[in-house]
């Protein structure tokens, strides 16, 4: 079974950075793309970035393009998000993801992720 914990959420001003990390137990990590997710109250869950299986290809939602930056250590089984230049609309519950398909058309659906994480909440003041 894949557990996947994030951690690093918090409290910024805007204009601020923060950095999650999703630490993911169980077997074959490598073999999992790896997502984040967000969700601001009232909305739906929403694609912010992923990675491939390598980490060689990254995939980002137009809002976060230039200021996120999503990474993986195979090694430590963790993803992680780089958030720069935060802004009051970042404001959400932020979710990291895994899935075991290959589709690069998929990545950025829900729906192609077999398991999620808990959440962990970044709340960002104007």
């Known amino acids: 079974q894949v557990q996947l914990v994030e951690s690093g959420g918090g409290l910024v001003q805007a204009g601020g950075s923060l950095r999650l990390s999703c630490a993911v137990s169980g077997p074959t990590f490598n073999n999992y793309r790896m997502g984040w997710f967000r969700q601001a109250p009232g909305k739906e869950r929403s694609f912010v970035a992923a990675?491939?299986?390598?980490?060689?290809?990254?995939y980002y939602h137009d809002s976060v393009e230039g200021r996120f930056t999503i990474s993986r250590d195979n090694a430590k089984n963790t993803v992680y998000l780089q958030m720069n230049g935060l802004k009051s609309e970042d404001t959400a519950v932020y979710y990291c993801a895994a899935s075991s398909q290959r589709s690069a058309s998929a990545i950025r659906r829900s729906s192609a992720y077999d398991y999620w994480g808990q959440g962990t909440q970044v709340t960002v003041s104007s």
């Open positions: 990675t491939s299986t390598s980490g060689l290809s990254t």
